[in-house]
């Protein structure tokens, strides 16, 4: 199965659709200025476990890398995949501290 995923700007998603053109999942995120954080991610139960979150996550991943933004995962989803493909930390903020 094949799965399209946009960014939907209006709505602060990427959206990931089947081959019927039907929302199967999404991503939410906050943008400012190149920093964009990544809070949820959704998908449909019908379609857990056929590559949804995972086709979600290299999409999106590979979008902020394209635009040249720091992504900061505060998904839960995302910051495992991240993890688990190492090839994107390079993107990625994995701490933060506080500024006196």
Do not use: N
């Not at 960014?7 to 906050?30: K, L, N, S």
């Not at 949820?40 to 933004?69: F, I, M, N, Q, W």
Request: charged share 25%.
């Amino acid at each position: 199965m094949q799965f399209t995923v946009t960014d939907a700007p209006t709505r602060e998603r990427f959206e990931a659709r089947d081959e019927a053109g039907a929302v199967v999942g999404f991503v939410t995120y906050q943008l400012t200025g190149p920093i964009i954080a990544y809070t949820h991610t959704e998908v449909d139960p019908a379609y857990e476990g056929k590559g949804v979150g995972s086709t979600l996550a290299r999409a999106v991943l590979d979008d902020a890398r394209s635009r040249g933004r720091t992504v900061v995962p505060i998904c839960p989803f995302i910051a495992d995949w991240v993890v688990k493909h190492p090839e994107y930390e390079s993107i990625v903020v994995r701490s933060t501290r506080k500024i006196k």
